[in-house]
Structure formats: structure tokens, C-alpha cells
């Protein structure tokens, strides 16, 4: 019997857990001897694949050279590798470079860099707004920015107000109109947004046009516009970052998952200079306060660093184009079978609704489905009566055919 407390695991169902013992490309090998299709990244992290050649080479370097070191004060090369690969690859306008070890840190940080903006530039601004249905994390402060429901129900007591808008649907009219009127009556610090896709609010999508409208008005109203790209980066949408596609540039950029490749824990959040301006003085009550025991580990670091050179040296761009076009042609696939609804794709990601009576996230759809998806060893992760396929961009197609077939097959066994 296990002592381990799983994440995101309900122990009272006792669901089979099973032992991974290696991993390769697109795949998944169990202790007792099963092949399972990585269909969802291990969790949308895996870019190119698991135990990429050049990522692994570059973990057991440096593993060899320094494991780990203090970063306040202090640097080292993998960090001024990853800091200068992010400066050659991102928006110029985005000129520094915060490390942190998750998505939900680089989440708190750009919030703490928002409103440490404001208050060192005396606007009298503090407010936060956000869109419905977000996901920013699992922390109380990135709960707050999120939507609230039975996740985060029993931790409301901590969490602090925000404002919300409405997702954007149609032309996202709705949206810009409420986004104008927060705008100018709470006059808040920052927007936080996820660009294009909402992962955890059950891979909804929005247009490139909603996106750089909000951008447009969030900067009219000098309210900063914080992306979290911690999913959507990386080239998950089909571009290197999704505010790509909108011609947009965040004041503050959260990056993390693929930021390894998917191999290593380690975060950014990036900044353009008037916000680390704000905060750069002789005065030392106007340092960033952030750290943790682990910024900036070297090995993460170096495993970045990788990442960053197989951005620069290899396909990657063309290698994603070739997986969303077959992305798109399963979802058309699948969107001809019976109970299938909102058939979607952007760039690597595909999802399809199953229609049922009795939604959310809580439905036995969501569980029937994942057993039939592990007893067919394929990986997937409903959330809700939402099939999402999000895998890592090395899926050739034998593996790609697989994951729809069991689709299929988990399909017509539940309706
Ligand atoms: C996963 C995710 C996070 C949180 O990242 P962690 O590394 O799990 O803390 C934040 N924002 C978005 C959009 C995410 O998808």
C-alpha cells in the first residue's frame, strides 16, 4: 500500500494507479510491460517528446558540473543561456527575465510585478480583472485569479476579489464591452488572460481579433495585460506563443510547462522595462520580494537552455504544422460520429464535447471514459464530457490513428 497522496486523484474511488517506469518519444512504458500513448503530454507539458536526446544530454552534463546554487545575488551559465535564448526567441519588447519552478509561481509573480508596479509608481491602482472560466493555477493567489467552483470551493475563505468578464463567444462583443466599462470604472492593475485557449475550463477557444481587441483596450486604459502562456506556449496553438496570431505583446509573460520541453520544473515570468524600471532603485524597499529555494536550478536551466536550441536548430514549427493538420482531419473524423459536439481544433490541440444530460466535471461521463481510455492504454484526461487530444508533436501517425480509434471505441461504449 502506497503512502503517496496523489494530485487531482479522488483515493476514495480506488482507481488503478499504474507504475511508469520509462518513457519514450510519444510513449509511455508501464512496470508491467504495457505501451501507453502520451495523448495528453503528461499533462500538457512534453513538447517534442519524452527523454528528447539533446534535453537528456544537457540534465546529465550539467548534473555533472553544478546542481545548485543561491540566485539572489549569485548567477550561472544555464541561467544566462535560458535568459539570453528567451531574449533572442520572445517579443523584444520583453526585456526581462524572472525564473520561478511552475506555472502557478509564474502566475503569482507577474501578479506581484503588477501590482509591485503600481504601487512603486504610485497609481493607486490594485485591482485585478480576469476572464470566466480561467485557469491560472493551484495556489491561493492564482485560485483567486480563476474560476471558482468545486475545485477551489472549500479554500474561498482565502481567496481575494477580483473582476470578472465574460468569455468571449460570437464576436466576443460581450466581452470587449465589459472589458472597457471595468476598465474605466475599477480602474484596475492588470488583466490576466489565457491567449486563445482555455485549457482547464474545458479547451475553449477564442479568435485572434477578441484577443488583440482586449490587448488594445487594456493598454488605452494603462491596465497591464499579463498572458498566461504556461499552456498555449511553446507552440501548442500552432505558434511559437498564441499572442503571436493577434499581433499581440503582453506587458508580462508567464511561460513554463514546454519551457523545458517538458522535462524539468522551471518557470519564467518576463517583463518589459518600464515594470522593471519601476521596481529598479537605491532604495531597497522597492525590490521584486520573490524567491524560492529553487530559482533558477541549474539542471532545470540547462534543460531549458536545450529546449531552446532545438527551437532554434530543428523543424519544430513544421513539425506542429504537420500534427495540427492531422489534428484537424481526426476532429472532422470525429465530429460525423453520433453524441459528438463542438468539434475544435487550434494548432496541436483537438477537442470534441460528448453530449450528455448531466455536464460538469463531476459527471460519470468523465470517469467511464478515462477507465476505457487506460484499459486501452492510451492517455487521455476528459475534463468533463470534454475529449481533449493534446499530444507531444513527435506522435507519428500509427500512434495518432490509435488514440482515435479508442476514441471511437470509448464513444459508442458510453452512448
Ligand atoms: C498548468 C497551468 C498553470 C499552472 O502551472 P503549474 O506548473 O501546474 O503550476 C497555469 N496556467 C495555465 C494556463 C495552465 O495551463
Given at each position: ?26 510513449a ?64 523584444a ?12 509561481t ?13 504601487a ?7 485591482g ?5 472560466h ?10 483567486s485569479?480563476?474560476a471558482?467552483?468545486?475545485f ?29 466599462r ?69 506587458d ?17 515570468t518576463?517583463?518589459?522595462?518600464p ?17 524560492s ?12 537552455a ?9 523543424p ?61 492504454d ?38
Amino acid at each position: 500500500m502506497s503512502a503517496i497522496w496523489h494530485p487531482f486523484t479522488q483515493h476514495g474511488l480506488n482507481e488503478p494507479i499504474p507504475l511508469v517506469d520509462r518513457a519514450d518519444g510519444a510513449a509511455l512504458y508501464t512496470r508491467d510491460g504495457r505501451r501507453v500513448i502520451d495523448a495528453v503530454s503528461s499533462w500538457w507539458v512534453t513538447t517534442h517528446g519524452h527523454n528528447h536526446p539533446r534535453i537528456v544530454a544537457a540534465i546529465c552534463d550539467q548534473a555533472q558540473r553544478l546542481d545548485q546554487v543561491i540566485f539572489a545575488g549569485w548567477t550561472h551559465a544555464p541561467a544566462e543561456a535560458v535568459a539570453q535564448g528567451l531574449r533572442a526567441l520572445m517579443p523584444a519588447e520583453l526585456t526581462r527575465v524572472f525564473f520561478s519552478d511552475s506555472g502557478s509561481t509564474a502566475v503569482e509573480v507577474a501578479l506581484k510585478m503588477a501590482l509591485g508596479y503600481h504601487a512603486h509608481t504610485e497609481t493607486g491602482r490594485t485591482g485585478i480583472l480576469v476572464m470566466e472560466h480561467s485557469y491560472h493555477g493551484d495556489t491561493i493567489g492564482t485560485m483567486s485569479v480563476g474560476a471558482r467552483g468545486v475545485f477551489n470551493a472549500a479554500y474561498d475563505p482565502l481567496l481575494f476579489d477580483v473582476g470578472t468578464i465574460p468569455f468571449p463567444t460570437g464576436d466576443g462583443v460581450a466581452t470587449l464591452e465589459a472589458l472597457e466599462r471595468a476598465c474605466k470604472a475599477v480602474r484596475p492593475a492588470a488583466f490576466i488572460a489565457e491567449p486563445l485557449v482555455l485549457g482547464a475550463g474545458g479547451m475553449l477557444f477564442y479568435p485572434p481579433a477578441v484577443l488583440r481587441r482586449m490587448a488594445e483596450i487594456c493598454r488605452a486604459h494603462d491596465v497591464l495585460f499579463i498572458a498566461d502562456e504556461v499552456m498555449t506556449g511553446w507552440g501548442r496553438t500552432g505558434t511559437l506563443l498564441a499572442c503571436e496570431q493577434a499581433g499581440v505583446v503582453p506587458d508580462i509573460l508567464c511561460l513554463a510547462k514546454g519551457l523545458t520541453g517538458g522535462s524539468m520544473p522551471l518557470a519564467v515570468t518576463m517583463a518589459t522595462e518600464p515594470i522593471y524600471a519601476a521596481h529598479c532603485s537605491t532604495d531597497r524597499a522597492k525590490t521584486f520580494f520573490h524567491s524560492s529555494s529553487f530559482t533558477a536550478n541549474p539542471i532545470a536551466c540547462a534543460a531549458a537552455a536545450a529546449n531552446l536550441e532545438i527551437w532554434r536548430d530543428e523543424p519544430v514549427l513544421s513539425r506542429i504544422a504537420t500534427l495540427a493538420v492531422r489534428q484537424a482531419a481526426m476532429v472532422e473524423r470525429l465530429a460525423r460520429l453520433p453524441g459528438v459536439a463542438n468539434a475544435r481544433t487550434c494548432g496541436t490541440i483537438a477537442a470534441i464535447d460528448v453530449v450528455v444530460r448531466d455536464g460538469g466535471y463531476l459527471s460519470t461521463l468523465g470517469p467511464r471514459l478515462l477507465a476505457l481510455f487506460r484499459e486501452n492504454d492510451v492517455l487521455l484526461r476528459p475534463l468533463g464530457n470534454t475529449i481533449y487530444v493534446m499530444p507531444p508533436y513527435c506522435l507519428d501517425e500509427a500512434d495518432h490513428a490509435r488514440i482515435e480509434a479508442v476514441i471511437g471505441l470509448a464513444l459508442s461504449a458510453v452512448l
